[in-house]
């Protein structure tokens, strides 16, 4: 039998709280998403981190490039396809070939995974797909064996005119599985193939604090829907203005953040009986990979930067220089796996829909940590249909309600994602098996 995480707190109430509403306003919810997908729609696919305290279940991190799609469980891959589907004729019903922007790193052999299953995912919904990549060590064609016993191949970029493609493969459309952390590269501009998700959210654009602040308002309005505190399901944040950890340029104005956000959930704390130590997570407001973070449990902590702390601080994902930080509410993890290894949920849309999720664990980080760090690995959802149908005949925290809550809570920073989006251009022509396989025909 597959193993499920299990919760080990005791302050069960409030979050059994918030599982009840939403099973109790399922339709409503499932209707008043509707709406607002036709209002904002979703990006073409994200992947949320959710933390599970116990006492309160919120989204610590959405991302709009996910990588990680050889974590999911593979009963999931029917509801992959279906959606994949569905996402493509949003953007462009007439696509018949997709590049794959990759990321550079071609060496990271988990990430070589995450790249033939999402590949199979597209063929599986009758697409042509091929892997494209800007690194500068790629010359010609690379193929890269996995330990899974597939082989992914990877390919030079290129651009002629106002098109790019790899070899004689010219792409209907561009998927992005690359953050462009240090901005998009120029044979990317202007070009006539659709983009998705668009090059102004990549994290040179982008930033955390945008993002919740939306999804405060999403969250907001969601608690009136199902008659609770929008705190349950909102991490609390403050942002500050530009920082240089290394010469300790605004240091003091983060030290205030901390302080004040420190005092809002004590007094969240007291209000629901919550005996434990409150803490914030400090974050580039830019960037992934789980780099530039740090939990701080007072203001005094961030004066005490050590040289060797304030370094890790200074840099994220490809040596980009952190001059913002977001200051947000730590959300203890009380869920574990096997052995107490700490865990905590991560559950993938594509489009609006949920196709599946994991546990990222990790065995030497605690509860109120970020668990994105080297020694992490992942455990699959257990099951396949749980963050979409609840089941109406169990307890609110049985696991295919606690799924199902996860997966409600995950489309509402997807739709604080969408929020983020500015509409763009609808393609003017359409994709057939006539058009030109040349990279840079017309």
């Known amino acids: 039998m597959t193993e499920v995480p299990h919760l080990t707190t005791a302050l069960r109430g409030p979050l059994e709280q918030i599982e009840e509403h939403i099973l109790g306003h399922q339709a409503a919810i499932e209707s008043w998403l509707r709406s607002q997908w036709h209002e904002s729609p979703p990006p073409f696919y994200t992947s949320i981190d959710l933390r599970n305290a116990g006492f309160k279940l919120a989204p610590v991190d959405t991302n709009l490039f996910p990588a990680g799609f050889n974590n999911l469980n593979p009963e999931f891959l029917p ?5 994949i589907q569905s996402a493509v004729d949003q953007v462009l019903p007439s696509a018949l070939r997709v590049l794959i922007i990759a990321e550079s790193h071609t060496r990271n052999i ?7 299953s999402l590949t199979e995912i597209f063929q599986k919904a009758g697409l042509e797909v091929r892997i494209g990549s800007f690194a500068e060590e790629l010359k010609s064609p690379q193929d890269v064996e996995l330990p899974s016993g597939r082989t992914v191949r990877l390919e030079p970029v290129v651009r ?19 953050d462009m952390s240090n901005g998009p590269p120029a044979a990317l501009e202007g070009i006539d193939q659709i983009i998705v998700p668009p090059l102004a959210l990549g ?13 405060a308002l999403v969250a907001k309005e969601f608690a009136a829907l199902v008659d609770i505190d929008p705190w349950l399901i909102d991490p609390l944040f403050r942002n500050c203005g530009q920082i240089d950890f290394m010469k300790r340029d605004g240091e003091e104005c983060l030290a205030d953040n901390v302080d004040a956000l420190l005092a809002m959930i004590r007094e969240k704390y007291r209000e629901y009986g919550v005996t434990k130590e409150p803490f914030v997570i400090v974050k580039a407001d830019a960037g992934t990979y789980g780099m530039a973070v ?8 961030v004066h005490d930067l050590n040289r060797k702390q304030r370094t890790r601080m200074a840099k994220t994902k490809g040596g980009v220089h952190v001059s913002k930080v977001i200051v947000q509410e730590g959300v ?9 290894a700490i865990a905590e949920p991560v559950v993938y849309l594509v489009d609006r829909h949920v196709v599946g999720g994991f546990y990222r664990v990790h065995t030497a980080r605690s509860t109120d940590e970020n668990l994105n760090a080297p020694g992490m690995r992942f455990e699959p959802l257990a099951f396949a249909q749980t963050c979409i149908l609840p089941d109406q005949g ?30 763009g251009p609808r393609p003017e022509e359409e994709c057939s098996d006539d058009t030109p396989r040349q990279a840079g025909a017309a």
């Open 79 to 83: 509801l992959g396809v279906q959606a």
């Open 110 to 116: 988990p990430y070589m995974e995450n790249l033939a």
């Open 160 to 178: 002629q005119g106002t098109r790019v493609g790899v070899g004689d493969f010219s792409p209907c459309l561009l998927l992005l599985n690359n």
């Open 203 to 215: 994290w040179a654009h982008r930033l955390k604090s945008d993002h919740f602040r939306e999804y």
């Open 294 to 301: 740090m939990t701080v449990k007072s203001a005094a902590e």
């Open 332 to 340: 203890y993890t009380m869920e574990t796996w096997g052995d107490a």
């Open 394 to 423: 169990q307890a609110p925290d049985a696991e295919p309600n606690r799924f199902y809550a996860y997966g409600v809570i995950a489309r509402l920073a997807t739709l604080a994602a969408a929020r983020e989006l500015a509409p």
